[in-house]
């Protein structure tokens, strides 16, 4: 009797131990703070993202957002403060529209008048210019985390993934933290060498070594780029309850179907 006694208190205090160590695992999610997101997505991103998928619905991705678009109009003032870097990126966007312009002039799609308000419209030196460039730089992350979301929520439901948009929203805006910072430091590099690069192959290489298409590629491979996917990739395979390489094909292969499209076409 006294050893039934034993052992069915012995199941109750493993039965409290685990309950308690349950309640700990729930407060450990609930006391998940933006902060410690925004530093855990860099630090432990596998954790940090476990921890959102597991925890009460919470918004994280507005805090990191609204540091992406600091650190973008930041980006956008550092390019029009330098002379040289605008000239020579706009130079080539000159030329690339002035035979387009031309085509289009040809054809009766536009006329001369349409054609040089367009051309004068990408002068630096321009009010045009900076309220566009201020503009894109003040509603690009937002474009950015909505589409990305967006075409991310659709591939996961394809695949009968169960899945949150408020959790895809907080993957994407928590790693574009990531691309943030990738994007100030590809604009001092591109300052150093007079022409936009990035983190990436295209720092060792010069466009007119490889060509433009080939250099264009290569600068869409940085540093930041990658580890802002590899971060989503990581972020979705949590959230969505999907393994790692299933998660890392979706991710990488609408990078590199966006790379290759843009690379050829722009």
Known sequence: MNEENY?????????????????????????????????????????????????????????????????????????????????????????????????????????????????????????????????????GPFIILLLLSVIYLIILKILKAEVEFTNILNVVGLAMLISSVGSILAILISIMKGNMTGVSPGIFLSEESIGEKAFSFLNKIDVFTIWFYVVIAIGLTKIAKIDMAKSATIVFGLFLVYAVITSLVF
């Open 7 to 139: 052992t069915g208190q012995g199941n109750n205090e493993n039965k409290s131990t685990n309950s308690e160590e349950n309640v700990e695992t729930i407060d450990q999610f609930e006391e998940l703070s933006k902060s410690e997101a925004m530093s855990g997505v860099i630090t432990e991103p596998g954790e940090t993202f476990e921890a959102i998928a597991s925890g009460p619905k919470k918004n994280y991705w507005s805090s990191p957002v609204l540091i992406a678009v600091v650190l973008s109009l930041l980006s956008s003032f550092l390019f029009m403060r330098d002379p040289e870097l605008t000239r020579n990126t706009m130079d080539k966007q000159k030329a690339k529209m002035t035979e387009k312009f031309e085509q289009n002039i040809k054809d009766g799609k536009m006329t001369q008048e349409e054609a040089d308000n367009a051309m004068e419209s990408m002068n630096p030196n321009s009010p045009f210019f900076k309220i566009i460039g201020y503009a894109g730089a003040l509603i």
